[in-house]
């Protein structure tokens, strides 16, 4: 006795997937016309295609201007508002928060968190000491915390501020290997927290440290003859976002973009005005 299949059974499924098939057709290419934008809650990706085309805004000062014509912007997280960082990313910006690692200052909200035995010589900024970055255990929570900061706010990337304290007169016997390790240790806790991590200035140690960070922010490079040592992230197809402060961008521009860099000048007071150099 013959078993005829029974062909409901066969057709239903079939329907579905022509229907979810013919749906994925019309829905895919309007997407696809769409800019790709790193979605909340994930690292910020800096593609390899793109290292020498971008443009960058750096503004910790005065009233934010979302207008500017960058792709990149690098602000204070605790002065930039979350309804801020989101019509940024309406606009398909990048965002980096900067925070100061290596360094305290009064004004801080959560400066009585950390303990006088770990806090130094006055540091750069008005009002700031230095910190022991050998004093892991004291210091992490408080960086931790300030990393959470950016990330709930809406930032994809953390650029690490005063990470070179070996180099100044903090009050501790600081080196260069307590400063590499302490350092390293930041990159990593940055991406345990969903934030790709970037390096401020620190020049001598960028060699050592390209393979840990996303991307290097550099100032005045072309001033005090340095912008060779930093080509160990352009050589790698990572951002190098770079400032100058005095002179001409139609003289320091030809150096730094021919290094691939993304490259501004500012005013040393960091508010919204920036001249940018025409990309490659």
Same mark, same amino acid.
């Given at each position: 006795?013959?078993?005829r299949?029974?062909?409901?059974?066969?057709?239903r499924?079939?329907?579905?997937i022509v229907?979810?098939?013919?749906?994925l057709?019309?829905v895919?290419?309007? /997407?696809?016309?769409?800019?790709e934008?790193?979605? #909340?809650? =994930?690292p910020?990706?800096?593609? !390899?295609? %793109?290292?020498r085309h971008?443009?960058w805004?750096?503004q910790l000062?005065?009233p934010l201007?979302?207008a500017?014509?960058a792709?990149?912007?690098l602000?204070?997280?605790?002065?930039?508002?979350a309804?801020?960082?989101a019509?940024?990313?309406?606009?398909?910006r990048?965002?980096?928060?900067?925070? /100061?690692v290596g360094?305290?200052?009064?004004?801080? #909200?959560d =400066?009585?968190?950390?303990?006088a !035995?770990? %806090?130094?010589?006055?540091g750069?900024?008005?009002g700031s000491r230095w910190?022991?970055?050998?004093?892991?255990?004291?210091l992490?929570?408080?960086?931790?915390d300030?990393?959470?900061?950016c990330?709930?706010?809406?930032f994809?990337?953390?650029a690490l501020?005063?990470?070179?304290?070996?180099?100044?007169?903090t009050?501790f016997?600081?080196?260069?290997d307590?400063?590499l390790?302490?350092?390293?240790?930041?990159?990593?806790?940055a991406?345990?927290?969903?934030?790709?991590?970037?390096?401020?200035?620190d020049?001598p140690q960028?060699a050592a440290l390209?393979p840990?960070?996303?991307?290097?922010?550099?100032e005045?490079?072309v001033r005090?003859d340095q912008?060779?040592?930093l080509?160990?992230?352009?050589?790698?197809?990572k951002?190098?976002?770079?400032?100058?402060?005095?002179g001409s961008?139609?003289d320091?521009?030809?150096t730094t973009?021919?290094?691939?860099f993304?490259?501004i000048r500012?005013?040393r007071?960091?508010?919204?005005?920036?001249?940018a150099?025409p990309l490659?």
């Amino acid at each position: 006795m013959r078993i005829r299949p029974r062909r409901r059974a066969v057709v239903r499924p079939l329907r579905r997937i022509v229907s979810v098939c013919v749906a994925l057709v019309v829905v895919v290419p309007a /997407y696809g016309c769409r800019p790709e934008i790193t979605p #909340p809650g =994930a690292p910020t990706r800096w593609p !390899a295609e %793109q290292a020498r085309h971008w443009q960058w805004q750096w503004q910790l000062h005065g009233p934010l201007d979302p207008a500017v014509d960058a792709d990149v912007f690098l602000l204070d997280p605790v002065a930039t508002t979350a309804a801020q960082t989101a019509e940024l990313r309406s606009r398909n910006r990048r965002l980096i928060c900067q925070v /100061y690692v290596g360094s305290v200052r009064s004004a801080d #909200p959560d =400066a009585s968190r950390l303990p006088a !035995a770990v %806090q130094g010589s006055t540091g750069r900024q008005p009002g700031s000491r230095w910190l022991d970055v050998r004093r892991w255990d004291d210091l992490e929570p408080v960086l931790a915390d300030r990393f959470r900061l950016c990330r709930g706010k809406g930032f994809g990337a953390v650029a690490l501020a005063d990470a070179d304290g070996y180099a100044q007169r903090t009050g501790f016997p600081l080196d260069f290997d307590s400063q590499l390790l302490f350092n390293r240790r930041l990159a990593r806790l940055a991406r345990s927290l969903d934030l790709s991590p970037g390096l401020i200035n620190d020049v001598p140690q960028l060699a050592a440290l390209a393979p840990d960070f996303d991307f290097a922010v550099n100032e005045e490079c072309v001033r005090l003859d340095q912008c060779a040592k930093l080509l160990p992230f352009a050589d790698a197809d990572k951002p190098v976002f770079h400032v100058e402060y005095t002179g001409s961008t139609d003289d320091f521009c030809v150096t730094t973009v021919g290094y691939g860099f993304a490259s501004i000048r500012k005013e040393r007071t960091l508010d919204a005005w920036r001249e940018a150099c025409p990309l490659p």
